[in-house]
């Protein structure tokens, strides 16, 4: 089905929504989203869906220990982030994970360690925000279908490019102000 088809068939669906104005805003938001993504539909649904089912899936097998956890989907590939105590709750929790319906692939980058400080996050929201700005200004990469998120001034890159938007992606990541180290996990496309 078009995708437009696919956008207009949600918006009717929303619009048919009492009282809720941010369900129906929040609606075409997704649906905008949706419409210039080169995920279908479905696994652009999806990959929303395997965050939230890991993230509870993983506050139930590991409590008091997913605090500062966090669990990124793009096209059915999940990273997880973060801080854990021990290498135990690492590989446990990238199982947990692998166990999530459509999960195809779990990439373990938590690191094991204290939970950081306030100033590291907000650091980090500050570089992903900087590069993904970068990205969206600059016309050889399609901005908008790169997943950017940054924790301990590492850099991961998500998103399905080119080779060339992809050199491009992740020289852009590279040489922003404060990145320490760029991981790319591009699947590549013609």
């Known amino acids: ?3 437009l ?3 207009a068939l949600v918006g009717v669906a929303l619009s048919q929504l009492h009282g809720c104005a941010a369900v129906v805003v929040g609606g075409a938001a997704t649906g905008a989203a949706v419409a210039t993504d080169r995920r279908t539909a479905g696994v652009f649904v999806g990959d929303q869906e ?3 089912r890991a993230m509870s899936r993983l506050r139930e097998a590991l409590p008091q220990k997913t605090g500062s956890v966090a669990a990124t989907s793009y096209n059915r590939q999940v990273l997880l982030t973060g801080q854990v105590p021990d290498e135990a709750t690492r590989a446990r929790a990238a199982e947990v994970v692998k166990g999530v319906p ?5 990439f373990n980058e938590l690191s094991v360690s204290g939970v950081t400080s306030l100033t590291s996050a907000a650091n980090d929201t500050g ?3 900087s590069v993904k700005t970068r990205l969206l200004r600059d016309e050889r990469v399609p901005g908008t279908q790169i997943k950017v998120k940054t924790e301990a ?3 991961y890159l998500m998103g399905l490019v080119t080779r060339a938007e992809a050199d491009v992606a992740t020289e852009i990541a590279r040489t922003t102000s404060g990145v320490t ?3 790319t996990l591009f699947e590549t496309v013609n």
Request: proline share 0%.
């Open 153 to 155: 001034g590492v850099v």
């Open 102 to 106: 459509d999960v195809r692939t779990v």
């Open 181 to 183: 180290k760029v991981v």
């Open 50 to 52: 395997i965050e939230l």
């Open 127 to 129: 570089l992903t925000a």
């Open 5 to 7: 088809i696919q956008i």
């Open 1 to 3: 089905m078009n995708k």
